[in-house]
């Protein structure tokens, strides 16, 4: 009996297995993100900015419907993420000029907008450009796949000086993340800054040099790194590096970095520096002895005479041309003594480097010293 | 069991393969120039970065330019370099700096064992107004595709340059289609040699389409050998101030195999005139290659090189007779330039690479075009401008 019963179960596997294998697969969504939008019209910036979208569908046989969800996180934004669902026929190219503003009705804002659709047949490219001061400038941002998302990133080409670089980062997840960006040039870790992000959110860093107090620098070879705190978090990063005489931008999109290897726990150190005629103590008989990743004091205090330090631009320490012991006019008066105190954190890339500094006063024949990065 | 110990044996000696020496890697950078003031209409530049991502391993890069407009060298000159873990390395202006090719364009493999090396670059112009640019990325092998489409392209106020790399050991045949809606604009052809590309400068008037107002058009680049895949863009210019935008070639899906859209005539750009002028010019621009011109049609090659323009061998002037067809086949013998066109005669101008297809236009002279027609080069390519032709139409 059972033998009996079990044919039609033999005959009928195969064919169900033969049925699943000639089915079409269920297509998968896929998201495309352009993670820089904005609609920001004469009068609500000190530029006007605007997204011109196009949508293509690749396939010559099949309509695709698209959703498309803005993220605004800048601005007047929206209460509820604004969408619009829309379909492309074969191979059709749709066009949304200003898109924030004519499909989503948010002028005065900016974000991010995912594209959804089922199976990868879509493509999405845009122009962020400004009409002021020259009609028209603009950038090419394209629309991202998610796998363009990266856990650690790297942004490079970046300048200030005769241009200024704007870093943002958008994060697609469900999931709040705390990004951070740390800003290198050479060497030298410029400065970090921390910056936490809701689920379906993100931000713009304008003028990153400035934000990480080193708007002074000069420099076309910069490079940023953005770190996401959760690993199953990738986040979406670009730069757009800003020609200062003509607000030409062009938008640097996030290359996928390694992470920072895991060391031991650095702790800060703070170490004390004495300037005499005609030497640092330490520093020109034994070189300054500091940890890379760790954040390092350095403070110089004469004990006679005025002196001045150069600074370590490789890693990031300025200069500094006033470092004076006190003076005593015997009644309580008198000059104060002047220090100089300054932070930094070699990088983990600068280990077993020797750096070289000298006075400013007394010159490098006369008095110098070293730093050496452990 | 002996079989199983066998096959892990294999496993494991084709992990050690693997393991034991890093794959090398090429990032491709399809378009970097090189034009001083004075070599083309506007001076352009390229300033690279290659940084590596190891933050233990310093990595060997070898930078080749493949050279393929303009003055390019007899033999693609190369450097390497080592990258120290993390070091970002700056080649402002590298095609003369570090390649000693100024007046040329095309672009740069940078290989290197392992996958740590990033490349970004911006392509910029420092007149009329100092400076616009665009970005230019690396391009790993898989931004190459056998189909793949440009999409944003404008003309109007904008204008659309399509380039094309051929980073494959072969030849290979491209075909760039420009599409506006579902209106097929026209069709260009362009062969390519290995490790080769070109660069179709206004690609709606190269068609024959260049008074298309559109902000909409997308393009569809094939090569003709599906294991030989291009890496593709778009360069998109505002007119008014010369600032670009670069569109990266996506993948695309091939054609189905079927009827295919054909091209619209080109529209009449020149609007009818009053009675008392000439008859409206009856040359009609042919975007598409003519292998055979029809009978009674004489072929004229015309060459256009610093600083000169060549009738079939005959000089920069010819003479044609009224009634008589002629097929213009023109195209340039080194560097990019443009001809400039002549409105009396309804020719229109039109953008000549090296290498590339011959721009073939079609003119009928009528009576009422007898007389001399003068014609320039349009684009600067050098101190010699500017240099004209001219074509004479005689009874």
């Not at chain 1, 049925?19 to 904005?38: C, D, N, R, S």
């Not at chain 1, 990153?208 to 705190?229: P, R």
């Not at chain 2, 940084?51 to 493949?66: C, D, G, H, I, L």
């Not at chain 2, 362009?190 to 298309?212: E, M, Y």
Request: aromatic fraction near 8%; glycine fraction near 10%; include cysteine.
């Amino acid at each position: 009996m059972s033998r009996i019963q079990s044919k039609p179960v033999l005959r009928i596997l195969p064919a169900a297995a033969l049925v699943l294998l000639l089915a079409p697969p269920p297509l998968l969504a896929e998201t495309l993100t352009v993670p820089a939008v904005t609609s920001l019209p004469v009068g609500t910036a000190a530029s006007p900015f605007f997204s011109d979208v196009r949508v293509f569908n690749t396939s010559y046989s099949s309509s695709v419907s698209v959703t498309a969800v803005y993220r605004c996180f800048l601005g007047a934004c929206p209460s509820a993420a604004p969408q619009v669902i829309f379909v492309l026929g074969p191979r059709e190219s749709r066009a949304f000029d200003d898109m924030i503003f004519a499909a989503f009705a948010a002028p005065g804002s900016a974000g991010a907008v995912e594209f959804t659709s089922s199976g990868t047949s879509v493509r999405v490219t845009s122009r962020l450009y400004s009409t002021a001061p020259m009609p028209t400038v603009g950038m090419f941002v394209p629309g991202l796949r998610a796998s363009e998302a990266h856990e650690t990133s790297v942004l490079t080409s970046l300048s200030n000086g005769l241009f200024r670089a704007n870093v943002g980062i958008y994060n697609g997840n469900d999931v709040g993340v705390t990004a951070t960006v740390k800003l290198y040039n050479g060497a030298a870790l410029l400065g970090t800054q921390t910056v936490p992000l809701g689920p379906r959110s993100g931000t713009q860093i304008n003028r990153i040099f400035d934000a990480v107090g080193q708007g002074s620098v000069v420099t076309t070879n910069a490079y940023a790194v953005v770190e996401s705190d959760n690993a199953s978090a990738p986040l979406f990063t670009y730069a757009a590096v800003i020609d200062n005489a003509t607000t030409d931008p062009i938008l640097v999109t996030g290359g996928d970095d390694e992470r920072a290897p895991s060391g031991p726990p650095t702790t800060p150190q703070t170490i004390n520096v004495t300037l005499t005629n005609y030497r640092f103590d330490p520093g020109s008989s034994g070189p300054i002895e500091v940890t890379a990743g760790a954040e390092t004091t350095l403070i110089f205090e004469a004990a006679q005479g005025s002196h001045g330090f150069s600074g370590v631009p490789e890693l990031g320490i300025a200069s500094n041309n006033n470092i004076t012991a006190g003076s005593d006019d015997g009644y309580g008066g008198g000059q104060p003594p002047r220090m100089y105190r300054v932070t930094f954190t070699a990088p983990l890339s600068a280990r077993g480097t020797t750096f070289q500094f000298w006075c400013t006063v007394h010159v490098p024949q006369n008095m110098r010293g070293t730093i050496r990065v452990n | 069991m002996k079989r199983l110990s066998l096959s892990l044996f294999v496993c494991g000696l084709a992990l050690g393969a693997l393991t034991s020496g890093l794959v090398a890697e090429t990032v491709t950078v399809p378009a970097v120039t090189s034009l001083p003031v004075g070599a083309a209409a506007s001076p352009f530049f390229s300033d690279v970065r290659v940084f590596n991502t190891s933050y233990s391993s310093s990595v060997s890069v070898t930078a080749v330019y493949r050279c393929f407009l303009g003055a390019c060298p007899a033999s693609a000159p190369q450097v390497t370099f080592v990258l120290g873990p993390r070091e970002s390395r700056a080649f402002d202006d590298m095609v003369f700096a570090a390649f000693n090719a100024p007046s040329s364009a095309g672009a740069v493999e940078f290989t290197s064992p392992g996958t740590s090396v990033r490349v970004t670059s911006r392509l910029y112009s420092t007149a009329p107004i100092p400076t616009v640019g665009m970005f230019i990325p690396g391009l790993r092998s898989a931004a190459a595709h056998r189909v793949s489409v440009l999409t944003s392209l404008s003309n109007g106020l904008f204008r659309a340059n399509v380039g094309i790399y051929n980073g494959n050991d072969v030849g290979v045949l491209a075909t760039v289609k420009l599409f506006n809606g579902t209106a097929l604009l026209g069709t260009q052809s362009v062969p390519l040699g290995p490790r080769s590309g070109t660069q179709i400068n206004r690609i709606f008037d190269t068609v024959g389409q260049g008074s298309v107002v559109t902000t909409n058009a997308y393009a569809v680049v094939e090569g003709d050998n599906p294991s030989a895949p291009l890496f593709t863009y778009a360069a998109v210019i505002d007119n008014a101030t010369t600032d670009p935008i670069f569109v990266t070639g996506a993948q695309d899906e091939p054609a189905p195999s079927g009827p295919q859209p054909t091209v619209p005539p080109p529209p009449t750009a020149t609007p009818t005139p009053p009675a008392t002028q000439p008859p409206a010019p009856t040359a009609t621009p042919t975007p598409t290659r003519t292998p055979t011109p029809g009978s009674g049609t004489t072929v004229v090659e015309l060459v256009a090189s610093q600083f000169e323009w060549n009738f079939s061998g005959g000089g920069a002037s010819f003479t044609m007779r009224v009634g008589q067809t002629y097929e213009l086949r023109i195209t340039s013998d080194d560097v990019t330039h443009g001809f400039g066109g002549s409105s009396a005669l309804g020719l229109q101008g039109a953008t000549l690479n090296p290498g590339s297809a011959p721009v073939i236009l079609t003119i009928s002279p009528t009576s009422s075009q007898i007389g001399s027609h003068a014609f320039t080069c349009s684009i600067v390519c050098g101190d010699g401008h500017p240099f004209d032709g001219a074509i004479q139409v005689s009874p």
